[in-house]
């Protein structure tokens, strides 16, 4: 059973008074929080979706760390998880917004990561095909080109649902392209399919693809599962720092998961990402937001993201797999306890 968050943030420290002493000591070593981002914005603005937007755009962690003195360092990347892995590497990030495939390959590949909370659970994912191709099943794609970001939660999700179809990546040409590349490769027929965002249905709406399906219409398989990590040597060194950091974003969580304010969250996700309201409410319409941000690493959530590692290694998009119980930051595991 999950304790309360004052619990959880309360094992992160010593005692109270030595807690605070060891706080205000790191606080005065620390100067900066880098965190690295997938850019998942279709225009000049910055936007990771999701929690990201919401921190950002209420300036809530900049504001709980301003009377020590540590500013924020907000860092996107295009290249997404595959770049933000290698940043990681060399040291260049403290904390990471990530789908659950990139997150899982840099543990699996000896990144130091630890696991700090879900970001998102059970997020939609679309096929989209040329008009007319008469693609309507993931078996009609079987010797076709499809466009995904391999290396991201995107690659994970056409597997995982390729699987529950009894198919895998073998059973059609893969594309590597990011998310932008191949929704212009779509629109300029130069693939036949690809498997991404609801950015998919802007296309749809131009006569340039067909939405067949979403992972919805598969019963939820190869819907994606993002999560918060951080860099071992960041979280063991600051913990008082992880856990403030980590009150403070439940603050951008309790909003982002109040359904009255599912309007103002597509409004505000439009503006970062440049994508029509229309397009995301039409892909929010069936999905609350307090079903898909919640923060907790509940076993339900953990359960899922196990899921994801043993498909991973099964597809070999990684080396060696392990347990997810390991891999969550040991405060909040004994928390679970």
Do not use: C
């Not at 019963?219 to 071992?232: E, F, P, R």
């Not at 597809?315 to 997810?324: C, T």
């Amino acid at each position: 059973m999950s304790l309360p968050f004052k619990r959880v943030i309360s094992l992160f420290a010593a005692p109270a008074l030595a807690g605070l002493l060891a706080f205000t000591a790191n606080a005065a070593e620390l100067k900066e929080i880098r965190i690295a981002v997938p850019d998942v914005s279709l225009g000049t603005q910055h936007s990771g979706g999701g929690v990201v937007d919401v921190l950002r755009t209420q300036e809530i962690f900049e504001k709980a760390f301003a009377d020590q003195g540590i500013t924020i360092q907000w860092n996107f990347f295009k290249g997404a998880g595959p770049v933000i892995n290698e940043a990681f590497a060399n040291g260049q990030v403290d904390l990471a917004y990530l789908g659950d495939l990139a997150a899982i390959i840099g543990k699996s590949n000896g990144l130091d990561t630890r696991l700090l909370s879900a970001t998102a659970r059970g997020f939609k994912l679309y096929l989209g095909v040329l008009p007319g191709s008469g693609i309507k099943t993931l078996h009609d794609l079987k010797g076709k080109n499809v466009a995904i970001f391999r290396g991201t939660a995107i690659q994970l999700s056409f597997d995982a649902a390729l699987a529950s179809q009894g198919l895998s990546e073998k059973d059609v040409k893969v594309i590597n392209l990011d998310m932008n590349s191949a929704v212009a490769a779509l629109a300029a027929k130069q693939i036949d399919a690809t498997w991404g965002l609801a950015g998919l249905s802007v296309l749809q709406a131009k006569g340039l693809a067909e939405i067949p399906l979403t992972t919805k219409d598969l019963g939820g398989a190869g819907s994606v599962q993002s999560v918060l990590v951080g860099a071992g040597k960041f979280v063991d060194e600051h913990p008082e720092v992880v856990a403030k950091l980590l009150k403070a974003q439940q603050q951008a969580v309790d909003w982002l998961t109040q359904d009255s304010n599912k309007e103002a969250y597509i409004q505000l996700a439009s503006q970062l990402g440049s994508s029509p309201v229309g397009i995301l409410t039409q892909d929010l319409n069936d999905q609350k937001l307090s079903e898909l941000f919640p923060s907790t690493l509940d076993p339900v959530f953990l359960g899922k993201l196990q899921d994801s590692v043993d498909l991973a290694s099964q597809q070999k998009l990684i080396r060696k797999p392990f347990k997810v119980s390991e891999w969550v930051a040991p405060p909040l595991a004994a928390a679970k306890l």
